[in-house]
């Protein structure tokens, strides 16, 4: 059975988006192992769709451990993303359900795989499309850019402000992503973070752990000043909203 055909492409907002992830239920603990070295991923060289959840499951799993290490955890996720096979046939089907976004105005969703250690969503962003600046509570992030062309500015929180109304955010990174570039968060840096398309993007996203209710209710959404805050270099005021 096609497990695609009975996913719809969603075409919604973001928080309208991350609602929707809690309802999908836990997908399969019967995932087909990878056919290379009986499950067991190379050393080097592309992975194909089913290598490189194992490989993803394998690593993500680890967060229960006494000693989980978010970054070592995203540094190793990343270079898995990085040998991504993007021909693989589950990709290929995500492009061409892509394809029905283009022209709608919005940022697309797409859910690829939701398991208790992490799950991964296809995203679409037309030239000019963004996702304001916001945060992961509790949670790490690898951005692997499979198409285009976008721009990722990551901030790490400095302290409230002076009126306590507002607070203080470092920019700490920003990249131009192409095609096989990846971006990262920790859930204590880089996770504050907004991204804007240059051309029509897809980003394949892996969050460890996944999304639940309380996760979504905890994320924050930003209004971040363009001036930086009293002339120091990348500081910035934002206020929560």
């Known amino acids: 059975m096609d497990d695609y055909s009975r996913r719809a492409f969603i075409r919604t907002s973001l928080p309208g988006f991350l609602g929707l992830t809690l309802a999908l239920p836990g997908i399969t603990a019967l995932a087909t192992r990878a056919n290379a070295c009986e499950g067991r991923v190379p050393e080097d060289g592309a992975i194909h769709w089913d290598a490189f959840l194992e490989a993803i499951a394998g690593e993500a799993g680890r967060q229960h ?10 540094a190793r996720a990343a270079a898995i993303a990085r040998r991504l096979d993007l021909r693989s046939t589950e990709l290929e089907k995500a492009f061409e359900t892509a394809k029905g976004g283009i022209g709608d105005g919005r940022v697309d969703f797409d859910h690829l ?3 208790e250690d992490f799950q991964i969503s296809f995203v679409q962003f037309e030239k000019g499309e963004e ?27 400095v302290r409230p402000a002076a009126d306590q109304k507002a607070l203080l955010l470092k920019q700490t990174a920003k990249a131009r992503l192409t095609k ?32 639940t209710r309380e996760r979504v209710r905890k994320s924050r959404w930003f209004d971040v000043d363009e001036e930086e805050f009293e002339g120091r270099e990348g500081v910035f005021e934002a206020r929560v909203g």
């Open 65 to 74: 451990l006494d000693d989980w290490d978010e970054p070592r955890y995203v």
């Open 180 to 211: 096989a570039d990846v971006s990262t968060l920790t859930s204590k840096e880089r996770n504050i973070h907004r991204l804007e398309a240059r051309a029509l993007t897809q980003l394949v996203d892996i969050f460890a752990p996944p999304y």
């Open 113 to 115: 795989e939701k398991r």
């Open 131 to 157: 996702i304001r600046h916001h945060d992961h509570p509790g949670m790490t992030g690898v951005l692997l850019c499979a198409t285009g062309n976008i721009d990722v500015w990551n901030y790490d929180e």
